[in-house]
Each structure stands twice: as C-alpha cells, then as structure tokens.
T-cell receptor, first 112, second 108 residues
Framework: EADIYQTPRYLVIGTGKKITLECSQT?????MYWYQQDPGMELHLIHY???????EKGDLSSESTVSRIRTEHFPLTLESARPSHTSQYLC???????????FGDGTRLSIL | RKEVEQDPGPFNVPEGATVAFNCTYS??????FFWYRQDCRKEPKLLMS???SGNEDGRFTAQLNRASQYISLLIRDSKLSDSATYLC?????????FGTGTSLTVIP
C-alpha cells in the first residue's frame, strides 16, 4: 500500500476563503503531481514537481499555486476560493524509471 | 490528437463473462504502461503494469503491442466486484497520460 496522504478528505467552505490542500508522501519520491477530477470525468493535471524547489503548471489552467520546499510535502493553495473550484483534487507521486504513480485518497472540495 | 485514446464504454456484462478493454497511445517514445482501476468517487489504484511480453495477474491479463501502439486488458470470469472504471495510463518521460477510462458494470 502506497504511503501518500491528503488532508482534508472533505472541505466545504465559503467563497473568498484561502484554502490549502495538504499532500505528503513517505516514499522519498522526487516526482509529485496534482490532478483535478470532476465526477465521471477524466483527470486533469494542474501542477507537478520533479523535486525540491521545482514546480510547473500542468495542462489545465488553474488559479491554484503549489510549493515544494521539502521532498515529502507538496501543498496546493487557492488564494480566494470560488464555486468553480468545486471538484475533487488528487495528489500523486512516483519514483524514477518505469515506476507507476501512487495516489492519495483525494480531497473533495465544495465552495459555497 | 490525444496522447491516449480509450473506448469509454459503458460495458455491461453478466457475471462470469470475459471482457476486453483496448487503448491506443500516440507517442512512440512512451516507455511505461499501466492499467488503473477507479471506483466511483475514489482515487485511481494501480491494477497492473503492462510489459512487452504480456503479463497476467489472476483473472487479469495485460498486453502491449509497441508496433501498433496498443494496450489491452482482459478480464476473465467477471465478478460483481470488478465493476469500476478502468484507466489506461501511459508514461512518457516523467509525465503520465490518462485515458478517459472505460466503465464496466458486471450484472448478476
């Protein structure tokens, strides 16, 4: 079983609030990823990191930001949440070579 | 052109049936291939990696055809618990490309 953790699992919050979604992994993986997924829809990559102090935007335009100060930690921040941010956010990590991704349980975010 | 193309289904099959999912990828430089399973409102979970020689894990068999850039998953003797969405995933460099997923419902 992969050791990657996301908190909170569920968050319901009002418009305009600043939100940070946490993601931590204990596998020492250099590569970490954030995806956004609406119910019944495909995953969209919003941010990724190949190591400490390295972050890139993904394919889907997102108003969120990320940081990678430590290998094990890859938080995602929304400065001012809006109803359009309502979705499931999935964090993943992977090792080098031909290794697969491992996903956290996800954060289900609802902005009122 | 999408990196990974996958038939979305849905596939509705009776218990005990054999079902096959197919997937094609566009980048010949892709180096690793996987099938993931995703249950409703849950995270994707690795089902199996796909190797060039083909590989089997119990009732599940995965095949890779690099010449045709084609990946398949065969499920034999379907169980009710196999009902889920199956995602074809291709790794190119450090990036993972996901298919849209194929929905499977196994009917009693």
């Amino acid at each position: 079983e992969a050791d990657i953790y996301q908190t909170p699992r569920y968050l319901v919050i009002g418009t305009g609030k600043k939100i940070t979604l946490e993601c931590s992994q204990t596998m020492g993986h250099d590569k970490m990823y954030w995806y956004q997924q609406d119910p019944g829809m495909e995953l969209h990559l919003i941010h990724y990191s190949y190591g400490v102090n390295s972050t890139e935007k993904g394919d889907l335009s997102s108003e969120s930001t990320v940081s990678r100060i430590r290998t094990e930690h890859f938080p995602l921040t929304l400065e001012s949440a809006r109803p359009s941010h309502t979705s499931q956010y999935l964090c993943a990590s992977s090792d080098t070579g031909n290794q697969p991704q491992h996903f956290g349980d996800g954060t289900r975010l609802s902005i009122l | 052109r999408k990196e990974v193309e996958q038939d979305p289904g849905p596939f509705n099959v009776p218990e005990g049936a054999t079902v096959a999912f197919n997937c094609t990828y566009s980048n010949s430089a892709s180096q690793s291939f996987f099938w993931y399973r995703q249950d409703c409102r849950k995270e994707p979970k690795l089902l199996m990696s796909v190797y060039s020689s083909g590989n089997e894990d119990g009732r599940f068999t995965a095949q890779l055809n690099r010449a045709s850039q084609y990946i398949s998953l065969l499920i034999r003797d379907s169980k009710l618990s196999d009902s889920a969405t199956y995602l074809c995933v291709v790794k190119t460099g450090n990036q993972f490309y996901f298919g849209t997923g194929t929905s499977l419902t196994v009917i009693p």
